[in-house]
């Protein structure tokens, strides 16, 4: 089987992205700030005290990964703040592009001589970045660094598919999480369409913004 390492994953949707493919028989690198009960009983190799948006603890994580080959890199570390317009706090909006923007790109460049070809990068975006889609506003760092993620992603498509290695963004519905605070779907259930938007990804369909449940976003 595979070797998958994701990110965000001390709960949520990151936390059954792990269950389901270490029940699956994957080899699971678990990458967090902070290991939850859950993932420490998931069996998977945890890797904590990262955060993506720290480039001292992104080299932290490539000299922890060595030379060890990934065949699925999955990116879904990210943050919300919640703001208004009239009462924007710029520092949170940086701080949610961090993590949200810039830590996908730090951690794929940072781990790019362990993607083999064939591997595949999966960055976890939202549907609240594509432009054409935004029909009620609000919530402007969240979707501005979604934005710029979904940029990241395609450029990543021209880096990365002359060595072989396909990129997909994917929205995974509206979950509930912590960060929903528990409005939508289980977590299992968005995490088992990620998986199968991840499984059918290759270089025919690279650089497409998927809906979990299998069906193309607008930019």
């Known amino acids: 089987m595979s070797t998958i390492l994701v990110t965000g994953c001390n709960r949520g949707i990151g936390l059954e992205l792990v269950r389901q493919l270490q029940e699956r ?7 967090c700030r902070e290991a939850s009960a859950g993932l420490e009983a998931s069996g998977a190799r945890i890797i904590e005290g990262i955060d993506v948006a720290d480039g001292e603890a992104v080299q932290q994580l490539r000299e ?3 030379d060890e080959p990934i065949d699925v890199l999955i990116n879904n570390a990210g943050i919300l703040r919640r703001d208004a317009f009239g009462s924007l706090d710029y520092e949170e909006m940086l701080e949610q592009y961090r993590v949200n923007t810039l830590g996908p790109l730090r951690v794929t460049e940072a781990l790019a001589g362990n993607l083999r070809e064939g591997s595949k ?3 976890v975006t939202s549907r609240v970045g594509s432009i054409e889609d ?10 501005a660094s979604k934005t710029a993620v979904n940029m990241i992603g395609k450029n990543l498509v021209h880096e990365l ?6 990129v997909a963004l994917l929205h995974p519905g509206l ?8 409005t939508g779907i289980p977590p299992a259930e968005s995490a088992r369409g990620l998986i199968e ?4 990804l290759n ?9 979990a449940e299998g069906y193309v976003l607008p930019w």
């Open 25 to 31: 028989g994957d080899t699971l690198i678990a990458v």
């Open 203 to 211: 270089l025919e369909n690279t650089g497409t913004f998927w809906h």
């Open 161 to 166: 598919t002359p060595r072989g290695i396909a």
């Open 175 to 182: 979950v509930a999480t912590d960060m929903t605070h528990g």
């Open 64 to 66: 922890a990964i060595g």
């Open 121 to 123: 990068v999966a960055i």
């Open 197 to 200: 938007r991840i499984d059918e």
């Open 134 to 143: 935004n029909g009620s506003g609000g919530n402007w760092g969240y979707r």
